[in-house]
């Protein structure tokens, strides 16, 4: 058997079982963003819970909840970098006294425009007084960013809504969830607040085809440069 039988004995094997392989897990991933879709559309539609002191567990992302007390400028930055209509600006994230504690959950209040350059910020104002709002939990990741180091506490500015950085600056406790203002609420911007689609679950499932589809591709180019060589061997002959 010469050299080039023996490695396409073995490679056209693999490369069969790579293909195979990489349509079955876009399949797993399929399932494992459904069974997330569909906890989150589980949670969602629950009763609003109360925000308090207690610190909010795991496995809260999408809950709508709602929290009395007041809002506070200390620790209020400007999310960069946020789109909206395709118009460059930023969210408004302000700190929230829970009523009787100590204890903030930062409110994000919503989008404002970029006006002139980022030299001179925009300064959104803190509603005063006592009050209850309403919105939905959301457990922000870490992003990428082009920041060497987390910004200060006092920084007006952040590239990223690193919630655990923010926090283990702050000089206070923070709750682990950001609270997204109700668009009913009249404290924020203009709030138009993603909505979680099966697109993703339908993606993984197309790539899962492709990948499929070029295994059968594979087969059959391969079956025919098989009869190829085998008709080529027997003319020869």
């Given at each position: 058997?010469?050299?080039?039988?023996?490695?396409?004995?073995?490679?056209?094997?693999?490369?069969?079982?790579?293909?195979?392989?990489?349509?079955?897990?876009?399949?797993?991933?399929?399932?494992?963003?459904?069974?997330?879709?569909?906890?989150?559309?589980?949670?969602?539609?629950?009763?609003?819970?109360?925000?308090?002191?207690?610190?909010?567990?795991?496995?809260?992302?999408?809950?709508?909840?709602?929290?009395?007390?007041?809002?506070?400028?200390?620790?209020?930055?400007?999310?960069?970098?946020?789109?909206?209509?395709?118009?460059?600006?930023?969210?408004?994230?302000?700190?929230f006294v829970i009523r009787d504690?100590?204890?903030?959950?930062?409110?994000?209040?919503?989008?404002?425009?970029?006006?002139?350059?980022?030299?001179?910020?925009?300064?959104?104002?803190?509603?005063?007084?006592?009050?209850?709002?309403?919105?939905?939990?959301?457990?922000?990741?870490?992003?990428?960013?082009?920041?060497?180091?987390?910004?200060?506490?006092?920084?007006?500015?952040?590239?990223?809504?690193?919630?655990?950085?923010?926090?283990?600056?702050?000089?206070?406790?923070?709750?682990?969830?950001?609270?997204?203002?109700?668009?009913?609420?009249?404290?924020?911007?203009?709030?138009?607040?993603?909505?979680?689609?099966?697109?993703?679950?339908?993606?993984?499932?197309?790539?899962?085809?492709?990948?499929?589809?070029?295994?059968?591709?594979?087969?059959?180019?391969?079956?025919?440069?098989?009869?190829?060589?085998?008709?080529?061997?027997?003319?020869?002959?």
């Amino acid at each position: 058997m010469t050299v080039r039988r023996v490695v396409s004995f073995f490679l056209i094997p693999a490369v069969f079982a790579m293909l195979v392989s990489l349509g079955f897990w876009q399949l797993d991933r399929a399932k494992e963003k459904q069974a997330y879709l569909d906890e989150y559309a589980a949670r969602s539609g629950l009763p609003a819970i109360a925000v308090e002191s207690v610190t909010l567990g795991p496995g809260q992302s999408g809950v709508a909840a709602q929290v009395v007390g007041r809002f506070d400028g200390l620790g209020q930055f400007l999310w960069d970098n946020r789109t909206y209509e395709g118009r460059p600006g930023f969210h408004v994230l302000t700190p929230f006294v829970i009523r009787d504690t100590e204890m903030r959950i930062l409110i994000d209040r919503g989008w404002i425009p970029l006006e002139g350059s980022r030299e001179d910020l925009p300064r959104p104002s803190i509603p005063l007084g006592q009050r209850q709002i309403e919105g939905q939990l959301y457990e922000p990741l870490k992003g990428f960013t082009l920041e060497q180091a987390a910004p200060e506490f006092s920084s007006p500015l952040r590239q990223n809504l690193d919630l655990e950085s923010y926090a283990a600056s702050a000089p206070f406790d923070i709750q682990p969830y950001v609270l997204r203002l109700s668009s009913k609420a009249k404290d924020g911007f203009v709030r138009v607040w993603p909505v979680i689609q099966e697109t993703s679950v339908q993606r993984h499932r197309a790539y899962a085809v492709q990948w499929f589809g070029m295994a059968g591709v594979f087969v059959v180019i391969v079956a025919a440069f098989i009869r190829r060589q085998r008709r080529v061997i027997k003319n020869s002959n």
